[in-house]
């Protein structure tokens, strides 16, 4: 695949948006939650993750009787979509509204469309979760920075999808997760991961097999920062103290996942060139440490 360099990246500094990155991602999570009902249960929950469109964020076709529909953020016209494979649609505004009013604006928006769901109304994966119902507090929507992210987006997908398609092995789509607000890739080795005691089912459905995954997230946590990630689970030994590219990437010890700064691609000479080294070097470095069958797993 031929990656044709772009140079207009979008800067996504966290303090610019962060009230808006907390209400869509509560926003993403009512979505998600109706994936849930009407998605069959893929492995590792990939068959409920959104993915990046030339609009926005989309569900996958979602099944309901006889036909189909789709959720769609379209960070374009700055709507809601509905579609469904019978011809009908509807759609919400996206603006500055509670995540109470969006969940109840969405459950609206289905039923006119004869589309019944009940949905866990409690958030996952954030610290002190608000049930989407009572969330009055996450109230912020800034349209431009939100079209400024999925813009980005847009921009690093081709990269990830290039990169994955050197792998013949069983890896995940490049697909974004509502849950942890991340675009995400996964490549396995083929063989089973050590059980992890006490972990929930999500993290040992996630983690039943050994796996390399890189991403990208807006920040959040100990990295405040946009940035790419890169980790191998379960970690090999030597891992932390080995070399990657580009200079700007590092290992994070609280994290124990390689670290790349936004930033630092988005101001080098080739974006996808300083995101494709990561990429490259992260899993090299991960597959040789964890004595992975490469010849069995990459192109030639």
Known sequence: MNITPKTDWPPLPLDGWKDTLATVHMWTQVVGKVCIAFAPPLNHFWGIALHVTSRGLTTPPLWDGTRTFTLTFDFIDQRLLLE???????????????????????????????????????????????????????????????????RALLLMKPVFDDFRCQFVGKSSPVHFFWGSFDLASTRFSGRRAPERPGADPITREAYSHEVISHGFWPGSGPVQEAAFYAYAAPEPAGLK??????????????????????????????????????????????????HWPRRDLERS
């Open 84 to 150: 469904c494979s019978d011809g009908g649609s509807d759609s919400l505004r996206l603006e500055p509204r509670t995540v109470a009013d969006f969940y109840h604006a969405v459950m609206s928006m289905l039923q006119r469309k004869g589309i019944t769901v009940r949905i866990w109304t409690m958030p996952v994966e954030i610290p002190s979760p608000i049930r989407f119902e009572n969330d009055v507090v996450h109230a912020s929507y800034d349209g431009g920075k939100m079209h400024d992210f999925w």
């Open 241 to 290: 103290e080995a070399r990657i590219q580009p200079a700007a990437a590092f290992y994070h010890a609280e994290l124990s996942e390689f670290v790349l700064p936004y930033e630092a691609v988005r101001s080098a000479a080739s974006p996808e060139s300083a995101l494709r080294a990561f990429l490259e070097t992260t899993y090299d470095v991960a597959a040789t440490l964890g």
